[in-house]
């Protein structure tokens, strides 16, 4: 399938708002005015914009920082998040810098009161295997529940209590014309509040330092647009080093209507499920030309080592509407 993914298309559908709009809100540049070295993959992985202020080339001391939502992938990992891991880990072996992957162990505990290690044991396993299929092996895989990291985030969390107030806490991830939004007047959620600055803090260059070790880090953040207010507010906040977010578009749902972060489980796709056609029931013509786009097209003998994601491949070239 060689049509073109309409970025526009889903951007209106989630956010109200089209690609030109929101990529000036968040200081983003197109892809079409950005000089950055990876500008060709960038816009074959579906990404929507660079940081204006992002070099052409990559500076001494820098590392791709970036994570999977793993809320909705308790039982089984999602599409979405193999996207997630995929284009982390391709940037970073692209640029040739390390690559730092959060899984939110301890935020995912905060919010449910039950443990996440399973979870943790899948996501950590998939990493690992994708980094062997593209033979990259510079990553640190950070949970946030180890203690001395959850130690580390509290202290910083402590730093910049009066740096940003509940409300905009509270409203870190809530991007494009809010006019649309049926409740702006959202209750102030102190588990929320507590998770994002702490999701905050997990973007700061001096942060990034003390888990990594590289001395005032130029960070690239490799992460969908739903982050770009919560990357740009640690831009604003952050002093040290160098911040640039890459930013690409979310998986849709089988729909095309939602993220499918925030989708239904119906409308979901499950990457250990792939083994009928319930899908195409009920995919839109746009999503799967996104998942026929986006499924990295990798090589069988590689790929023998993922049944999942070879059986997702060759599902998503095959289908046609």
Known sequence: MNAEVNLDYFLK???????????????????????????SLLKKRKFIGVSKDIP????????????????????????ESLTDLFNII????KMNVPAIIYLSVKEEEMRSGHSWKNTYKSFSDLIKNISALLDYKSIIII???????????????????NNINEKN???????????HRKNNSQNIDKIK????RRFLITYFPEFIEKISGI??????????????????????????GKLYHLAYLPTPDLSGNKRMYSSQIASKIFIEDTSNNKFFNKI????????????????NEKLKSNESIQKLSKMFEEASF
């Open 13 to 39: 559908k989630w956010y109200w708002e089209g690609i030109d709009k929101i990529t000036n809100r968040y200081f983003l540049d197109n892809l079409e005015d950005t000089k950055f070295k990876l500008k």
């Open 56 to 79: 052409k080339n990559i500076p001494k001391n820098s590392i791709v920082i970036g994570g999977p939502c793993i809320t909705d992938s308790s039982k089984k990992i999602t599409l």
């Open 90 to 93: 391709l940037i970073a072996k």
């Open 143 to 161: 949970d946030t529940s180890n203690n001395n990291i959850n130690s580390t985030i509290n202290d910083f969390c402590d730093k910049i209590k």
């Open 169 to 179: 806490l509270n409203e870190l991830y809530y991007i494009g014309n809010n006019d």
């Open 193 to 196: 509040i507590n998770i994002h």
């Open 215 to 240: 001395k005032k880090p130029n960070v690239f953040v490799v992460e969908n647009i739903q982050q770009s207010k919560v990357i740009l507010t640690a831009k604003i906040i952050s002093n040290y």
């Open 284 to 299: 839109s013509h746009e999503s799967i030309i996104f998942y026929s786009s986006i499924i990295p097209k990798i090589s």
